[in-house]
């Protein structure tokens, strides 16, 4: 059993930069890909993020390429998120994910993660 907590999310001005960070409980966090997910509003959980288990490869979605920079310290046993650029339609709860396997390609899929957090609000105003 994975526990994931979240945190760090808050209110920003478009063009700003924020980070979020999520800290997993157990001694197996560098046997997991950990990935960044954000549900808008009426909208599906879409994928933002991910990380394989060792930290040498990352996926981005096509809207945040660029501009999100997902990274992990498995000795904190911490996944963090950092944005910058932040625009209107960044807005959404954001969630992070675990996903056992020590493959190089982290899974994309929301079906693919074993465990989650419980979401951090991130606002971005215009």
């Known amino acids: 059993q994975v526990q994931l907590l979240e945190r760090g999310g808050g209110l920003v001005q478009a063009g700003g930069s924020l980070r979020i960070s999520c800290a997993a409980s157990g001694r197996t966090f560098s046997s997991y890909a950990m990935g960044w997910f954000r549900q808008a509003p009426g909208k599906e959980r879409e994928f933002v993020a991910a990380i394989s288990s060792n930290g040498r490869s990352t996926y981005y979605s096509d809207s945040v390429k660029g501009r999100f920079t997902i990274f992990r310290d498995n000795a904190k046993n911490t996944v963090y998120l950092h944005m910058n650029s932040l625009k209107p339609e960044d807005t959404a709860v954001y969630y992070c994910?675990?996903?056992?396997?020590?493959?190089?390609?982290?899974?994309?899929?929301?079906?693919?993660?074993?465990?989650w957090g419980q979401g951090t609000q991130v606002t971005v105003s215009s």
């Open positions: 994910a675990a996903s056992y396997g020590l493959g190089s390609s982290p899974p994309t899929g929301v079906g693919r993660y074993d465990y």
